[in-house]
């Protein structure tokens, strides 16, 4: 895994629903974001993120947009990645020439997606929108109007549209109203976009049960409020019998997860199922994903410093609460005082100062990548290198995926 980068930014269809990532690699150490040989760096990321980890862990069940230079598309190491879950992306440096659309088409014929980057019309791409599955249009790159034009350009060939780097709610409705079937930007990426919502009386509930099990209160205190509110009592044992609970045995009472589990762990599951409780959102949730992967994250890379485990469980908690004002419709200062945190993640959460607030920095950088903001970032977090900042974050996705496969169970 050595210097080795992973970025990854969800891109989600007409109902916010996650349909896929855009997986960004990267080679490089600690001091420099250069890339020199873009082909190498590829092949050690396929060699590592799909062939050590596993494509299960990098994607779940979505679909994998890669990046592709003209030099990469005409390789053969483009054919070791599994065509059922990956979208070629070819990069808009890619000159339409006979070789690329011949190349193209074979890969076609193999079964593969392939997707035109950074699109604007030129009419030697003709042959190429003959083969594309679809079209990402940069929205920086059009007014409206000439965005407009391009679509009713583009409405000649079966492809879909996808429009990148939306940072607003008008880009998106307007996106959408031109018939736009898939999204990606920031504004999507941004966890109070993504699920700003007002909290219903069972959210409250489960503040409530948090801040209980946060100063340590009766387990009969913890049954009653459970008692008031079966729906989440259903999704707590719900979660706590899964598989990625790690559970040996079901749990068939709140009190039997309450023993089993532990205190700590039953924390930790009541910090997810602020993520899981709403039957109307879109699966799987991103926000949830985001929480559950921020959440892990955290985890892994304090114990890869090899701090306590009780500093570990504290940055888990951080990363989960850093989106839960996307969930109250409170201020996340309000919420940081109902649950008593103490001054380190409440420093951490409001203001990310502190260590754990660097290290939430750290977490952060990835799901937007920018490759400078990350290496300065690790930098500061102090005894982690590139690799271990990716290994953990292979982790966390399986994880979190993990936690959505089963909140659909």
Known sequence: MRDIYLGRQPILDREQRVVAYELLF????????????????????????????????????????????????????????????????????????????????????????????????????????????????????????????????????????????????????????????????????????????????????????????????????IEQVFKQHPNLTYNLMRLVNSVACGARRALSSVSQAILVLGRRQLQRWLQLLLFTLDARAPYPSPLLLLAATRGKMMELLCQAQHRSAEYCEEAFMAGILSLIDSLIDKPLVDIVAELNLDTRLADALLRREGELGTLLQLVESVEHPRLGQTLALLDRAGGLSLASLTRAQLDAMHWANQIAEANAA
């Open 26 to 221: 990267r080679a490089g150490d600690t001091t420099s974001a250069q890339v020199t040989d873009d082909l190498q760096a590829t092949a050690s990321v396929i060699q590592h993120a799909f062939g050590e980890m596993g494509v299960q862990a990098v994607l779940g069940s979505q679909l994998g947009f890669i990046n592709v230079s003209t030099e990469l598309l005409l390789s053969d190491l483009v054919e070791l990645l599994p065509k059922q879950q990956v979208v070629l992306e070819l990069l808009e440096t890619v000159a339409a020439t006979e070789a690329v659309i011949e190349r193209c088409r074979a890969l076609k014929q193999q079964g593969f997606r392939l997707a035109l980057d950074d699109f604007v019309y030129d009419d030697s791409f003709r042959p190429l929108l003959e083969l594309a599955d679809i079209v990402k249009v940069d929205l920086l790159q059009h007014t409206p109007d000439t965005l407009g034009e391009l679509v009713t350009r583009l409405k000649a060939w079966p492809v879909a549209l996808l429009a990148e780097k939306v940072d607003s709610a008008e880009q998106a409705d307007h996106c959408r109203a031109l018939g736009f079937e898939l999204f990606q930007g920031y504004y999507f990426a941004r966890p109070s976009v993504l699920a700003a919502k007002r909290a219903d009386p069972t959210q409250l509930a489960l503040t409530q049960l948090l801040a209980l099990v946060l100063r340590d209160a009766d387990t009969v205190q």
